[in-house]
């Protein structure tokens, strides 16, 4: 009799786990994407991740191989008085992409993030976010330098009103980004970054994933907006690339090309800057192409030259120059489809024609200021640079993205 107890005691125990696990099974099918939590596991920790519950069967995701989810990081460069219009920033950049792929967050600060701060921007996402400090002395001026004539040189910079030559932080700003922020320890684990700046505004709402997009197709850099530098801040940045190349016994690349002045008709003349550059308030790129050792040492050579000071070498330049140096046009992607706006510069894929267009909504038409001072990508200046450029990307159809 006991053991038939214990039998019938086991069957009926076994009855109820297994009608838990259906009911279990029902509520799993039955929650969407966006209700499932789960921890993804990374060399950085753990962050996040909405996904689909038949995935809740593995235990331990790996970072890298989540579909749809990449080893990569939005950054910002911020100060504690940037607040609000970081807060701008992440309120369209959440809403057209980020709420859905919870990237983490990385900020920069050359001083410590304040509460304020930090309480603001952790409000205005549910990714991870991280607060880093800037090492002091890649935001002061070199050792090697004389104080003094930097300081002098600034001044007689903000003669020129507008351009900020005059603020030395400006200065430290340009100087940061052309090279040491790739290597910043907080970045070391990651593969990709997404740039944002405060106050800059997103307009589309993508169906996909950049830098998926990036992974898949072995991009390297990638860009919506051809700008035009103002001639006197680079006057030797030109001259300084070319010296580059002699004192390393490297050939003049192609792709470099499309920054020279000098056409295919005139072989012989003079080779000089044409100051168009990739607007790199927007940028999505490949970390490890910046942290590079060919990389790094032409950002080396540069800050050797005292350009970021003595001049008012901008660090768009400076990583237009390193890709054309460097990298194949195969390697460059131009995303034509994000909508993107920052002070007078916007690009609205709204001009461009639809037949691809990776978007789900764009309202960038709609919010476009009237004023004149807008520049958009179909403005004459901009678009001759576009075009010079998309000339020598093989796999881009010219004619499918500008008129």
Not at 60 to 76: F, K, T
Not at 122 to 139: C, G, M, N, Y
Request: proline content about 5%; glycine content about 4%.
């Amino acid at each position: 009799m006991k053991g038939v107890k214990r039998l019938m005691t086991f069957a009926l125990f076994s009855v109820l786990v297994l009608i838990c696990a259906i009911e279990l099974w029902i509520r799993n099918t039955r929650s969407s994407s966006a209700d499932i939590v789960v921890q993804v596991f990374s060399d950085t920790g753990t962050v996040p991740f909405k996904t689909q519950p038949e995935t809740l069967m593995i235990k331990h995701l790996s970072y890298q191989n989540v579909p749809g989810r990449e080893n990569a990081c939005i950054i910002m460069l911020a100060r504690n008085s940037d607040k609000k219009n970081v807060v701008k920033t992440l309120a369209t950049f959440e809403s057209t992409f980020n709420a859905r792929y919870m990237y983490p967050y990385v900020f920069f600060n050359q001083e410590p993030f304040d509460d304020d701060f930090k309480d603001a921007v952790s409000s205005a996402t549910e990714a991870k976010v991280r607060f880093e400090l800037i090492p002091q002395d890649q935001w002061s001026i070199p050792p090697n330098f004389n104080r003094s004539a930097v300081l002098e040189s600034f001044r007689k910079q903000g003669e020129r009103p507008g351009l900020k030559a005059e603020l030395e932080n400006y200065h430290h700003m340009c100087r940061y980004f052309s090279g040491f922020f790739a290597t910043h320890p907080a970045l070391r684990d990651f593969k990709y970054y997404w740039r944002l700046e405060p106050s800059v505004s997103y307009y589309c709402t993508l169906n996909y994933d950049p830098f998926e997009l990036m992974r898949k197709q072995n991009k390297i850099y990638g860009f919506n907006i051809v700008g035009v530098e103002i001639l006197w801040t680079v006057p030797t940045l030109w001259s300084s690339t070319l010296e580059y190349l002699h004192s390393r016994n490297r050939s003049f690349p192609l792709h470099l090309r499309a920054f020279d002045q000098r056409t295919g008709d005139e072989p012989e003349s003079e080779s000089r800057y044409n100051y168009k550059y990739f607007f790199n308030n927007f940028e999505i790129a490949d970390l490890d192409f910046f942290r590079s050792d060919e990389y790094l040492d032409y950002f080396k050579f540069l800050d050797d030259k005292g350009g970021f000071f003595f001049e008012r070498w901008g660090d768009a330049p400076v990583h237009t120059l390193g890709i054309a140096l460097f990298l194949d046009p195969s390697q460059v992607h131009y995303f034509h489809d994000i909508g993107y706006r920052h002070e007078g510069y916007i690009h609205c894929p709204v001009d461009i024609p639809e037949d691809g267009v990776a978007y789900e909504t764009c309202h960038c038409r709609d919010q476009m200021p009237k004023s004149d001072s807008i520049m958009r990508v179909s403005d004459s200046t901009w678009e001759d640079a576009l075009k010079y450029y998309l000339r020598i990307v093989p796999e881009l159809n010219l004619e499918s993205y500008i008129g």
